[in-house]
């Protein structure tokens, strides 16, 4: 990939609801408003999340761009309202 992402930046993909894996259980009234996101690269700023890990992070969070077609979205690591670690085989 080409992109780097600077200081506490995260690049993003949003995750398709059908396609989560996981048994977390969120209330109705939290749902609205947030987005499931895999991690695809993390500034050099940035602890605790890693390359590969789902963030939830709100639906208005970040800045939704598009590069070689594909819909990315940049946040800040303040922009996380959790991290669901990537699963070990």
Do not use: H
Request: one cysteine or more.
């Amino acid at each position: 990939m080409d992109l780097k992402v600077l200081r506490d930046k995260l690049l993003l993909i949003e995750i398709p609801k059908e396609n989560l894996i996981g048994n977390i259980i969120i209330a109705d009234s939290v749902k609205q408003g947030q987005r499931n996101c895999k991690v695809i690269c993390v500034g050099p700023d940035i602890k605790g999340i890693k390359v590969g890990d789902t963030v939830i992070i709100s639906d208005y969070a970040g800045e939704k761009m598009i590069f070689d077609k594909i819909d990315y979205i940049s946040a800040n690591e303040y922009n996380v309202l959790a991290v669901l670690p990537c699963e070990r085989s």
